[in-house]
C-alpha cells in the first residue's frame, strides 16, 4: 500500500482531482463521506453535535443534521468549529483506521482526500502529500458556480482554513488548478505517473 495525502483549501479542486485518481486506478478513501456517515441519525456524534448546537441543526422529518446550518455557525465561531471537530475527528480518523488497514497488504495508490491532513496526525500515515492550488478568483468563482455559496460565506470558510502557503511548503507534489478541466486531467496523468513510479521504487 502506498498512501497519498490529497489535500487543499475549499474551492481548489480536491475532490474532482481525487475522482480524476480514481479513474487513473486509485483507492479513494474521502474523509468528508466518512463524516457524513458519522452524522447519520442516531450515531454518537449525531447526539453529540444535536447536545452542542440544539435541535435547530436538525432537518425535519429525516433527522439529518443540517450541514449547511452548521456551517454557519461553525464557520463564523472558532470555538464552535473547534467544538465540531472535537466530536467528528475521532469518528473520522477511526474510519480512515479501519479503510487502511483493509488495503494495508495491498499494492494499491491509496489516496486519501481529506481536508485537514498537515494539520492532523494523518500526515504521519501518508508516503506523499500532494495539495491543490489555484488563485482565491477562481476559487471563488468555482463556489459560487458549483455550490452556490454567497461571498461572505466563501471568505468564512477560506478565513477559517490554514493559510495556502503553509499548505504548499508541506506538499511532496502541487497541483496548479487555475486551469480548464482539460488541463486538469493532463495534471491527473502526470501525478499518476509519477505516484506509480514512487511506490514501485520503493526499496
Known sequence: MFVVGLT???GTGKSTFAALLLERGAQVIDADALGRDALRPGAPAWHSV???FGHEVVVHPSMEIDRKRVAEIVFSNPEALKA???IVHPTIFKAVADELDRLRSSNEIVVLDAALIVETALVDVCDVVIVMDSTNEERIRRLQRDRGMSLTDIRARMTSQTDPEFLLGRADIVVNNAGTT???????????QQLVELRDSRP
Open 8 to 10: 487543499g483549501g475549499i
Open 50 to 52: 444535536v447536545d452542542q
Open 84 to 86: 465540531l471537530n472535537a
Open 182 to 192: 482539460e488541463d486538469l486531467a493532463l495534471e491527473a496523468d502526470r501525478v499518476w
